[in-house]
């Protein structure tokens, strides 16, 4: 008996990696589920859809990186007036906690990418790079959403990390087809078809994580197929770089309108400096096309979880401008919180401090530790008065760390504490499964059937219902 269950796990194993991605869109709807589909969401026919371009960054925030992100993209804005905004995903070491700061300010989304770039990283790590990011950075924990694994090497166990800890997406995945699907839940594991989810461990429902979505790292293909296609850091190539970039959109925009993807470590897009311009200009290229926007992954799954036609965007927070875009200039003293308040164009001056702890050297609003922050120890005490970002940040304004207030844009306090909000860590996380933050914007888990019994996977279950019975009499 005992040999028949051996040789019966190992066929239910084999199905496990070969049955493939299987998804009811009758049980699994937005805004808590949405099945992988090449098709826009909401049945939306492609011409009327948005075109989404999602740029991001990965690895540290510092000297070296902060010019390039700048040249490459900001003060560039869409014809409705929001920036062209990115998402950084930020790395502990050697970042420079101001500048990530700054980012945020200006409408950037902040997600993870472990504190120290480790392979297949434990829970513990990422968990404690995201509280460093909060402390130092003055990001509020409802706003780190997300997650990228390094050298995307990912596990099911590493995005089951992820789905503890609350985070509403992960992007890890490089796409294997030019035509790939829109963003999904992964209710029903990695889409076999978009991703090479069988290295990984990845594919079918029996690796299913309710609510947590993926947005597929969408690679760039060569109309030479026989050039792999690239998921990150598209090469220069004397200048063809351009060619590659407006092919890949020209593919999406004429087609299902997937999100383009440019992905990028930012300390590569210097080689040569002719690079970050070729970038910026394929940027301005796109947004004087129609209906293109560049938005943020947070911004993306709100379009998937409301999905509207181009002509009904307005309004919609997917292309919404940053709370932080008419905070600019408003005539305040400097509060140090990233933002040039007084207006004379210099951020923070005065008022934000310098520290060099251990190997640690960075600037940050929220004083400076006694001790180098660690996976450990990821908030040491720290000098002076200053005050953390409440969980959930401002309602409006921004948050003053000297006064401990939420601050309006005419400089006066508003709200003199936020209730906080329990936000899922390792220490208060009660259930070690599937857990969300505990907010109504958030992800649920979805109630409905994990998946649809089309013809080849009822053939398949009546092949292992006749394994099964053979095995076991």
Not at 274 to 288: D, E, H, M, T, Y
Not at 382 to 406: F, H, M, V
Not at 443 to 472: D, E, F, R, V
Request: a negative charge; aromatic letters at 10%; glycine letters at 6%.
């Amino acid at each position: 008996m005992i040999k028949k269950l051996s040789i019966l796990l190992s066929v239910l194993s084999l199905f496990k990696s070969t049955f493939g991605y299987s998804c009811n869109p009758n049980t699994c709807k937005p805004p808590t589920c949405t099945c992988a589909s090449q098709s826009p969401p909401g049945g939306i026919d492609p011409k009327d859809a948005p075109q989404f371009v999602i740029l991001s960054y990965d690895d540290a925030v510092n000297d070296s990186t902060f010019s390039i992100l700048k040249d490459m993209y900001k003060g560039l804005a869409h014809s409705n007036g929001c920036p062209v905004v990115a998402t950084h995903f930020v790395q502990n070491l050697y970042t420079n906690y101001h500048q990530v700061q700054q980012l945020y300010a200006q409408g950037d989304e902040i997600a993870l990418h472990t504190f120290g770039h480790t392979a297949l990283a434990s829970q513990h790590e990422i968990n404690s790079g995201r509280t460093v990011l909060s402390t130092f950075a003055g990001i509020p924990l409802s706003d780190i959403r997300g997650f990228r694994a390094p050298f995307l090497n990912y596990t099911n166990d590493l995005i089951q990390s992820v789905q503890n800890l609350g985070l509403a997406y992960d992007s890890s995945a490089p796409t294997i087809r030019q035509d790939a699907s829109w963003p999904y839940t992964l209710d029903n594991g990695f889409s076999d078809t978009d991703v090479d989810c069988n290295t990984t461990g990845t594919c079918g429902s029996m690796t299913n994580h309710n609510g947590l979505w993926e947005i597929p790292l969408y690679s760039f293909f060569y109309n030479d197929a026989s050039k792999p296609p690239i998921s990150m850091d598209p090469p220069y190539d004397n200048g063809d770089l351009m060619t590659l970039l407006k092919d890949n959109f020209n593919y999406r925009y004429n087609g299902n309108r997937q999100p383009l993807a440019i992905a990028v470590h930012a300390v590569h897009c210097n080689e040569p400096e002719a690079k970050v311009k070729l970038f910026r200009n394929f940027i301005k290229w796109c947004i004087g096309q129609k209906d293109v926007y560049f938005i943020t992954y947070s911004q993306l799954i709100e379009y998937m979880k409301n999905p509207v036609k181009a002509s009904d965007l307005e309004g919609h927070p997917a292309i919404s401008c940053s709370k932080f875009g008419t905070y600019k200039v408003n005539s305040n003293t400097e509060i140090c919180d990233g933002i040039d308040n007084n207006g004379d164009g210099n951020i923070d001056e005065g008022v934000v401090e310098s520290c060099g702890i251990g190997n640690s050297y960075f600037a940050t609003c929220f004083g400076c530790p006694t001790s180098e922050p660690s996976i450990d120890n990821p908030t040491p005490l720290r000098n002076g008065e200053r005050k953390t970002i409440p969980q959930q940040g401002c309602a409006e304004g921004t948050w003053d760390p000297l006064t401990s207030n939420c601050v309006s844009v005419s400089g006066s306090t508003y709200l003199e504490s936020i209730a906080p909000e329990k936000i899922i860590t390792e220490e208060n996380n009660d259930n070690p499964g599937v857990s969300v933050i505990d907010t109504s914007s958030e992800l649920k888990p979805s109630s409905g059937t994990l998946s649809s019994h089309t013809p080849t996977s009822l053939l398949t279950i009546s092949i292992i219902a006749i394994l099964i019975y053979t095995l076991l009499h």
